[in-house]
């Protein structure tokens, strides 16, 4: 966990407003459940995170959360507050915010409120971030030469591995995208 810069906090800030009135304007939540989440602080998850993109991070001793004043901090990922990134960032913050209204599990009640995001665009964004992520931290991409199918890293594969689409044996490149 990582604390957020002035920048960053003025980012987050704007997305907080933005995602509070596309809520707003869903017809299920309340204006009580709207400004208890308004009170809670939010954060950045470290730079060097390549699988998650936000997470609510509940106060020590809550054990079945169920609401916005038990939620310690809600953190996401710094590159997420970028131009570029941003329609996935509202997404994800909504996606927080859901968990934060005591909707812990990842079950259809749950899906069916992250799916009124307007965006449907945006609700997709996300493989795209992690392979950005994982691609810029990769040591190694492991290449299919038949089908051009890049899988990003850390170490070798020595001719090991095949790949998923096609099956043949990939072949290790140096990734330069990350020195």
């Known amino acids: 966990m ?86 996935y960032a509202a997404w994800v913050l909504h996606h927080e915010f859901v968990h934060a209204l005591g909707y812990t599990a990842h079950d259809s009640t749950f899906r069916s409120l992250e799916r009124m995001w307007p965006s449907q665009k945006s609700s997709t964004m996300g493989t795209k971030f992690t392979e950005m992520l994982r691609k810029e931290k990769a040591k190694w991409l492991w290449i299919c030469e038949k089908c051009g199918k890049e899988y990003p890293r850390q170490k070798k594969g020595n001719g090991k591995y095949m790949c998923r689409s096609c099956k043949s044996v990939l072949r290790d490149v140096p990734n330069n995208a990350s020195q």
Request: zero cysteines; hydrophobic letters at 40%.
């Open 2 to 87: 990582a604390r957020p810069s002035k920048e960053q906090t003025f980012e987050l800030d704007n997305l907080r407003v933005f995602v509070l009135e596309v809520m707003a304007a869903m017809d299920v939540w309340s204006e009580e459940q709207l400004t208890k989440l308004t009170e809670i602080d939010l954060g950045v998850l470290r730079s060097s995170a390549t699988q998650r993109h936000g997470v609510t991070r509940w106060k020590i001793g809550v054990r079945k959360p169920t609401k916005p004043e038990e939620v310690e901090v809600i953190d996401l990922h710094p590159r997420l507050l970028t131009n570029e990134w941003m329609p």
